[in-house]
C-alpha cells in the first residue's frame, strides 16, 4: 500500500506551484524539498516557458518603470 503523499509526489506539479519555483528560483531561494518536486515530476517545456515568461514581463515592468521615472523628471 503506497503513501499518500508517493502519490502527490509522483503528480506534476500545479500551475501555482510551477509559477513559485520560478519566482523562487528568480531570487535564488527555492526550498530542496521543491527543488526535488520539480526535478522528479516536473517538464522541463513547463519550467523553460515559466522561465521565458517571467523574464519577458520582468523586463517589460522595468522598461515601463524607467519610462514613467524619466517621462517624470522633466
Not at 523562487?24 to 521565458?52: C, M, P
Request: glycine residues 6%; without cysteine; aromatic residues 6%.
Amino acid at each position: 500500500m503506497e503513501n499518500k503523499e508517493d502519490n502527490k509526489e509522483d503528480k506534476s506539479p500545479s500551475f501555482g506551484q510551477v509559477v513559485l519555483s520560478t519566482l523562487a528560483a528568480a531570487i535564488g531561494v527555492q526550498s530542496n524539498r521543491n527543488r526535488e518536486r520539480d526535478f522528479k515530476a516536473g517538464s522541463i517545456k513547463t519550467y523553460i516557458a515559466a522561465g521565458i515568461i517571467f523574464t519577458a514581463l520582468f523586463v517589460l515592468t522595468l522598461v515601463l518603470v524607467v519610462k514613467t521615472v524619466l517621462s517624470n523628471m522633466g
